[in-house]
């Protein structure tokens, strides 16, 4: 009978020791997914992605599982090996890195959970070789480069000069005059499984790459692979990216309200 | 005396005891899929798919199992085990017969009901549910829910791998409406849908993204086996039809039952819709039972209504707010009403914490006048 195993996470806070331990005097007491680890004490992957990941993902890591008929856009088939949210160029491999951010941060307004802090940091990087096994790519092509992000400036860029350059860029043909994802375009957008796909709306204030302005900087340098946002690490400057992702930010700032009420605070 | 409100409010208590197996509509709702994506079984509750367990409960309630560091996942020879227990206080006016009254408005076949009030409180086991649930090869999953208080829901399933297509043979609550986690809501045990009322056949389920169905044939032995299976008989089907939007998701479903228990036809229609806009969900549902009260007695044909709009104020903290509606029966001349409202809270894993209040709204002469009905509940679930 596999009841408990091997502790693979800890409490994070004095209250939830005690909490743990109350709990635990009621029968409760257990560990998270029992037999993750080898014999060794290393995390087993291939053990993790079945407990975790397969029930969306499947079990073969082709994106083929009871849920993907009935999840928005479907999960990623793994075995093709592109990956949409990463810090490389267009065609080329992600970093270990990005896959690990992924499954850390999750997609916020998709499907994809967030697993820190639920799973550890080794946990995620062993998720990470198992994910990069599942496709061929990653043995027979070389690793991609990541792109220069730049830094800021000194300051803090200007969202009213990322406006002026969302407009000037013709972000609006896809992303709106206002960010809602209402462009002239967006009917004819089709994503890598030729599939419709619309931009999101960034007025929502969640967004897919992530919360952090930097993210918003990697989307718009490396774009969104298997979609049509392209890469603007050649035509726009790393200064002006950092600009228009605070003029996205500013976006999201708008229609608080509105914000609380669209937004869903479990499942999507 | 001091005993009497106690045991009157567990008598009255004793329909809550039989709980649905944590059916919750609401989570269907909101995401615009199927109970059959969470659920071993394809009308929702008990026992959970590898998708219910591992990645909706795990991440979308309030916090991480792993938190804790709890996350039982007991499993032992590929065979999944897990539960559900439901502890419940419950407070209520309790009306105290009078058998020597004569017959009232409110009750022309019997004593006057309501002599006077009295206010109890008991604090009871609800559920206790053992589940264990084991996929054979791909396309085959074996599945038992068995409860403490004389519940039993078993069946084996014969699904395609991604479950679109599940053939259910066993013992199970034939589909129809939504399968709201409380029982003694309007639609549900009043109309005769009781947790308790297993039976024994075959379903079949279809889901799509958008549209879902279901067709079942059962039947159901008292005092025999095959036999009686051919004098107690029914069918259902359920059509659903969804719309899984980014914002908006939304579901429309027509139920039809028919029974025949000797020469006793029972038959129900509802229709029943939810809507979901962000952190506001609708569920609702109208139910119709036309039924002889015996082989020779008038058709009754209750119709009963269940409004509920629920507001997800934060993750794992559900609050809301529900209109019932129920047709008389037996000519008492009176639709009952009852409002009330709750707030569910998953504030450590595994665990939920209810607070449920109801009020009747009747008229001065009858029972239900002022009745109200608190109730807060513990439930534990694996």
């Known amino acids: 009978m596999k009841f408990g195993g091997s502790t693979t996470h800890r409490p994070r806070a004095p209250a939830r020791r005690r909490c743990r331990l109350g709990l635990a005097a009621v029968g409760l007491a257990g560990s998270v997914v029992p037999g993750l680890a080898r014999a060794d004490d290393r995390p087993d992957g291939a053990r993790l992605f079945s407990v975790a990941c397969a029930p969306c993902h499947g079990d073969r890591a082709d994106g083929w599982s009871p849920a993907t008929r009935f999840l928005r856009r479907g999960p990623r088939d793994l075995t093709a090996g592109v990956f949409r949210f990463k810090s490389t160029p267009p065609g080329s491999l992600p970093l270990d890195a990005d896959i690990a951010r992924t499954i850390s941060a999750g997609v916020p307004t998709a499907a994809m959970p967030a697993f820190s802090p639920r799973l550890e940091r080794r946990e995620i990087d062993a998720l990470v070789q198992f994910v990069k096994s599942r496709s061929p790519r990653f043995a027979s092509e070389p690793r991609g480069e990541p792109i220069d992000l730049g830094a800021e400036p000194p300051g803090g860029a200007s969202p009213d000069e990322g406006e002026r350059l969302y407009r000037l860029y013709r972000c609006p043909e896809c992303h709106g005059e206002t960010g809602r994802g209402d462009g002239p375009s967006v009917r004819t957008l089709l994503d890598d499984r030729r599939e419709p796909i619309r931009p999101p709306d960034l007025a929502q204030g969640a967004w897919k790459s992530g919360g952090r302005t930097i993210d918003l900087v990697r989307a718009i340098s490396a774009g969104l692979e298997g979609t049509p946002m392209p890469s603007y690490e050649l035509t726009i400057p790393p200064a002006e990216r950092w600009a228009i992702a605070r003029y996205i930010e500013q976006i999201g700032r708008r229609s608080r309200i509105w914000r609380w009420l669209a937004d869903r605070p479990d499942f999507r | ?382």
């Open chain 2, 1 to 382: 005396m001091r005993a009497l409100p106690t045991a009157a409010v567990l008598a009255a208590a004793i329909p809550l005891a039989s709980s649905e197996a944590a059916a919750e509509p609401r989570f269907a709702a909101r995401q615009g899929v199927p109970c059959s994506l969470c659920h071993q079984s394809p009308n929702g509750g008990g026992p959970r798919t590898r998708f219910g367990r591992e990645v909706y409960a795990a991440h979308r309630l309030p916090m991480s199992t792993d938190d804790f560091g709890l996350g039982f996942r007991p499993e032992a020879f590929g065979v999944d085990f897990g539960g559900d227990a439901r502890f419940a206080f419950i407070a209520q006016d309790v009306p105290e017969v009078d058998p020597a009254a004569p017959p009232g408005p409110t009750n022309p076949s019997g004593p006057s009901l309501l002599v006077r009030k009295v206010s109890g409180s008991a604090f009871f086991p609800m559920q206790l549910d053992g589940y264990a649930a084991a996929p054979v090869g791909r396309f085959v999953t074996m599945y038992a829910d068995v409860g403490a208080h004389g519940t039993a829901e078993a069946a084996a399933l014969v699904h395609t791998e991604g479950r679109a297509l599940i053939a259910a043979l066993g013992a199970f609550n034939p589909p129809f409406g939504l399968r709201l986690a409380n029982h003694t809501s309007a639609t549900r045990h009043p109309m005769g849908f009781h947790p308790r009322a297993k039976q024994v056949g075959a379903e079949l389920t279809a889901n799509s993204r958008h549209f879902g169905a279901q067709a079942a044939a059962t039947g159901w032995q008292e005092g025999g086996w095959f036999g009686d299976l051919v004098a107690q008989r029914a069918g259902s089907v359920r059509l659903e039809a969804r719309w899984p939007g980014e914002l908006l998701r939304a579901s429309v479903a027509a139920s039809l039952y028919a029974e025949r228990r000797g020469a006793v036809d029972d038959r129900r229609a509802g229709a029943s819709a939810t809507l979901s806009l962000g952190r506001l969900t609708y569920l609702g549902e109208v139910v119709a039972r036309s039924r002889d009260a015996d082989a020779d007695g008038p058709r009754q044909t209750p119709l009963a209504q269940y409004h509920e709009l629920l507001v997800a104020a934060g993750r794992g903290l559900d609050l809301s707010a529900m209109v019932e509606a129920l047709d008389p029966e037996r000519g008492i001349g009176r639709r009952d009403w009852r409002i009330g409202g709750s707030a569910s809270l998953f504030l450590i894993p595994n665990i939920e914490f209810l607070a449920f209040v109801r009020r009747y709204l009747a008229p001065a002469a009858a029972p239900e006048h002022d009745l109200i009905e608190a109730i807060l509940m513990l439930h534990m679930y694996l």
